[in-house]
């Protein structure tokens, strides 16, 4: 790997148990990037699940005692966790926002935990890592192949911006930050109006036609939109973009289908280090 | 005892003297009293029931210094004030206290009594042995009756210390500054002026009217604004009594209530409005256009202009930012083309210093910004606009010359999308507003209303949350404009897009339970009525309280709704909180009653228990300046040629005698008048028993 030993200096990652198995292109892409970029990742030891949903409950102690666990043990071993998984962070950075707000309670879940974590580690998306630590300037300049030409719709969705109180990482009705790092990489950014809505997430499960809906409205905006590809940042909405496509044609017959990818993926290619990503190769995409 | 000086007696008091008027030392020779009655109420059975009245009095006989003691079954009655006096002039006393309710409801009474009889009110004093006694201690008759009598020896111990004071006296300049030109504003001025005293209305923008002069028709009745409004803003503008000073603001104010001292600053116009005669012939020729605030952007005016043709004063402005002489130094057009040579691009910033007895803030308010609604893509498409948006596109006088044409194309939109609350009523968004705005539901009704009347085939559809028609007419009115047909529905809207050249606004009809997916021509918000902007620094410039929001807040949200904290300073209309016109308008008036029952004394009086410094003790620290909420202290060369040092002063006029200085001061210089740190202490022996 080529970056500069010099400048190097880790950062505490959480990946979460979806980029372990289903997203594992996500994860892998991540890592490569940051590395190439001259913020390598390095993996919290002895992780668990984050709990994957926040919980709706106000008094819920127990379901915020796994990601409480991760935090208090982040925390021994540095100032920042930087997370990448949508859900993840929707957990982590909550939890954390509501120990900070409740110190009696945090106590009482610090007492359950055995932990004495006082609320001030910064969990960080790696897209703030880009845009905070690294810079998106720096990013464009470190593009070795720009994906000039590839119109890209860039999707929120639900769990980055909302809500928006405890997260703070974008606005949420018009964000940009996506949008930001594909033009870094050379992306011409497509905007289109579904970029922020739900993609019907655990819905697929529960009301499928519900979900279909949702994620056709999504696909079939950013088609309509002149895009080429559409960009996700969490493995649901990856998978109901994808498994939704079908609908979204019936819908609307004329739709031929959009590739979806994580944004980590188009990064690593643009950076070069994307060679080695499992499943299924970017190069279709690029247009010719 | 009444030979000695009174607090600021020997000071200039005159109008001008602002910021002179200094409190002094006490004399010293004040002597402690030796002759002290005490009085015990029994408020029938409230104090008498509990407390032991009869061995209170029986005890604080014993006590040394006091001549008298006695109680009585309700001592704010006549007999029981003649009971004081008579008791007075037997026994001579030379001060009183009085066992009984809190001091806020009788002592005002108590002084009063002691005055009759020859003696200073202020050797009178209450001892509270109601609300803070007998009625919090029902129970425990004994300990209460030992409570009641430590806070009677506690009282003795003060009154024997209490000086002699004199309420001070302040002069009342009959002057009134209004702050804001729109209907509150000139409500208020107007309304002053007619009662004959001078008013010097100020306004931020080039003419007055405010909101209301944009607005087409107004709820309920249907009455063209303009057509009410104009008169008001003539009659403003033509009034003998009223100066208007436009295109300025307020930039300090120091002083007080009778006096307060106001530096205002006037931004050049470029224009001298002494020559012009407001032919119009430099607007006429201007070649630069420039988007209309006055219309929301949706009409056009020049670089050289006024907000509407109906102005008040009907005199044009250049706008420096896009004039091409200020920008390019080229064109000069309006200045060749004016025919009594009143373009003059040298005019500066010119500022008035005045006194004013009081002064009415009615600065009004402005709608939520456009950069913070992105779900509804206001400020990123055209067709999505605001109420006071849509008012100029009813408006005769408006853009569009009151056909309802959508800005991107000019087409007579067949479906309009009104939403509610945008802005309003939601706590749960990080940068909206919680509050009711107040005025939508009836405007929105109003502006479906003349949709409907204008666009006899348009539909009109309101989302709303639940309709608020509180008013004369109000709901008749509301009920009216369903039965003309606009489609009411309940729910909130999630995103508006466009799509084609139209846009989808995405909502929901909480009554049947469905989402709704709308293609509308139009979107008009209904925005939330936000606090003028700098709201915030004029209130601290002012010193009185505004709100997390910015709204002014009252003095008592029931009994004192037009007066702020600080007395002298009156508010009127949206400055305060949203309102409509109606209602905007009689807070306005009740604002001038205030001012004009202010303007009807020559003097005022003021409590004279305020602070002073032993200037041989001020170190000159300056500690106690920032501890002063009142801003009554600065620091200034002291009085005796031989301190060389700076010494703390305090403005009597503006202090409220809170005692933060005297928990501030290190030296112990500062002190309240009648509660000296001696009387403190010597009351708190008596309370505790302990006697050092």
Avoid at chain 1, 180 to 200: F, I, K, T
Avoid at chain 1, 229 to 258: E, K, M, T, Y
Avoid at chain 2, 371 to 398: Q, T
Wanted: charge should be neutral; charged fraction near 20%.
């Amino acid at each position: 790997m080529g970056f500069d030993y010099v400048d190097r200096q880790t950062h505490l990652y959480f990946p979460g148990c979806t980029l372990s198995t289903k997203a594992r292109s996500l994860d892998v892409a991540a890592r490569a990037a940051a590395s190439s970029l001259g913020v390598p990742l390095q993996e919290l030891p002895d992780w668990t699940c984050c709990g994957a949903t926040f919980p709706l409950a106000v008094d819920n102690l127990m379901a915020l005692s796994g990601p409480a666990r991760i935090l208090a043990d982040a925390r021994l071993l540095g100032a920042e966790l930087v997370t990448l998984c949508a859900a993840c962070y929707n957990v982590l950075q909550r939890t954390n926002h509501w120990l900070r707000a409740q110190p009696e309670k945090r106590d009482t879940l610090n007492y359950f935990i055995e932990r004495d974590y006082r609320g001030d580690l910064r969990v960080m998306h790696y897209l703030e890592l880009l845009r905070d630590v690294v810079g998106f300037e720096t990013v464009a300049a470190r593009v070795v192949r720009p994906l000039a030409g590839l119109r890209v719709a860039p999707y929120y969705g639900c769990l980055l911006l909302r809500p928006p109180g405890e997260l703070g990482l974008d606005d949420p009705e018009r964000p940009t930050l996506l949008g930001r790092l594909l033009a870094s990489l050379g992306c011409q950014v497509v905007e289109y109006p579904m970029a922020a809505e739900c993609c019907g997430s655990y819905l697929a499960v529960s009301a499928p036609e519900a979900a279909a809906e949702c994620t056709s409205n999504v696909l079939l905006s950013a088609a309509r939109a002149g895009a080429d590809c559409i960009v996700a940042a969490c493995p649901l909405c990856h998978f109901n973009l994808g498994a939704w496509q079908d609908s979204a044609r019936q819908r609307h017959p004329s739709f031929g289908g959009l590739p979806v990818y994580y944004f980590t993926e188009l990064l690593a290619l643009a950076l070069g280090v994307g060679d080695e990503l499992e499943g299924q190769s970017l190069r279709d995409v690029m247009p010719s | 005892m009444s030979s000695q000086p009174p607090v600021g007696g020997d000071r200039d008091l005159s109008a001008g003297a602002v910021g002179s008027f200094l409190s002094q030392p006490p004399a010293p020779s004040t002597k402690p009293r030796r002759r002290i009655g005490v009085f015990v109420c029994w408020c029938g059975v409230n104090i008498g029931g509990v407390v032991d009245v009869e061995r209170v009095a029986a005890e604080a006989a014993k006590l040394r210094g006091v001549a008298h003691a006695t109680h009585y079954r309700y001592m704010c009655s006549e007999p029981g004030q003649r009971l004081i006096q008579q008791a007075i002039a037997d026994h001579r006393l030379d001060g009183v206290v009085v066992a009984a309710c809190s001091p806020r409801m009788h002592e005002t009474t108590f002084r009063s009594t002691v005055v009759a009889a020859g003696l200073n009110p202020y050797a009178c004093e209450v001892a509270n042995v109601r609300e803070q006694c007998s009625w919090v201690h029902r129970g425990e008759k004994e300990l209460a009756t030992e409570k009641a009598i430590a806070a009677v020896r506690a009282m003795i111990e003060k009154v024997r210390q209490d000086e002699p004071l004199e309420a001070l006296r302040i002069p009342v300049t009959p002057k009134a500054l209004v702050i804001g030109g729109g209907i509150a504003g000139m409500q208020a001025a107007l309304d002053i002026a007619n009662a004959g005293r001078e008013v010097v209305l100020v306004e931020r923008l080039p003419s007055i009217g405010g909101h209301m002069a944009q607005l087409a028709e107004t709820f309920p009745t249907l009455d063209c604004s303009q057509c009410i409004l104009t008169p008001r803003m003539v009659e403003v503008g033509q009034h003998r009594r009223i100066r208007l000073i436009t295109h300025a603001e307020v930039e300090s104010v120091s002083g007080y209530v009778g006096s307060f001292a106001v530096r205002i600053g006037r931004r050049p116009t470029y224009v001298d409005w002494e020559k012009c005669t407001g032919c119009g012939l430099c607007q006429e020729r201007c070649p630069t256009k420039v988007p209309a605030s006055f219309d929301r952007g949706l009409g056009q005016r020049k670089a050289i202009y006024t907000l509407s043709p109906q102005a008040v004063p009907n005199k044009p402005a250049i706008d420096a930012e896009h004039c091409l002489y200020f920008q390019k130094g080229v064109c000069r057009v309006c200045q060749r083309q004016c025919p009594v040579g009143a373009v003059d691009f040298t005019q500066g910033e010119t500022t008035f210093e005045e006194t004013f007895g009081a002064i009415v803030v009615a600065t009004g308010y402005e709608t939520f910004p456009k950069d913070r609604l992105g779900e509804y893509g206001y400020g990123e498409h055209p067709d999505v606009i605001d109420g006071l948006a849509f008012e100029r596109l009813l408006a005769a006088s408006g853009p569009t010359a009151g056909e309802v044409r959508r800005p991107s194309d000019g087409k007579v939109p067949q479906e309009v999308v009104f939403i509610q609350c945008v802005g309003s009523r939601e706590p749960e968004r990080d940068g909206r507003m919680p509050y009711c705005s107040r005025v939508c539901c009836m405007y929105t009704a109003k502006q479906a209303t003349l949709y409907k009347h204008k666009v006899p085939d348009g539909q009109p559809y309101v989302f709303y949350t639940d309709v608020r028609a509180a008013g004369k007419g109000y709901e008749e009115f509301y009920r009216a404009a369903e039965e003309e047909g606009v489609l009411y529905l309940r729910g909130r809207v999630a995103r508006v897009f466009p799509e084609g050249d139209q846009l989808v606004v995405w909502g929901a009809d909480t009554l049947s339970g469905k989402r709704v997916e709308i293609r509308a021509d139009l979107v008009v918000l209904a925005t939330a009525m936000v606090a003028s902007p700098g709201s915030k620094e004029l209130a601290q410039r002012l010193r009185i309280a505004a709100d997390e929001h910015g709204f002014y807040t009252e003095a008592h949200p029931k009994l004192r709704p037009v007066e702020s904290s600080t007395p002298g300073i009156y508010l009127a209309g949206c400055g305060q909180a949203p309102r409509d016109i109606a209602d905007t308008v009689a807070h306005a008036s009740g604002a001038a009653a205030k001012v004009l029952a202010l303007f009807s004394r020559s003097e005022l009086t003021q409590e004279p228990t305020v602070a002073w410094v032993d200037e041989e003790v001020c170190a000159g620290c300056g500690l106690c300046v920032p501890a002063c909420p009142y801003e009554a202290r600065r620091l200034d060369e002291a009085r005796e040629l031989d301190l060389r040092h700076q010494v703390a002063k305090v403005n009597a006029a503006l202090c409220q005698g809170c005692g933060a200085c005297v928990a501030t001061c290190p030296n112990k210089a500062c002190q309240l008048r009648n509660t000296s740190s001696s009387q403190v202490m010597a009351m708190i022996e008596a309370l505790t028993g302990f006697t050092g």
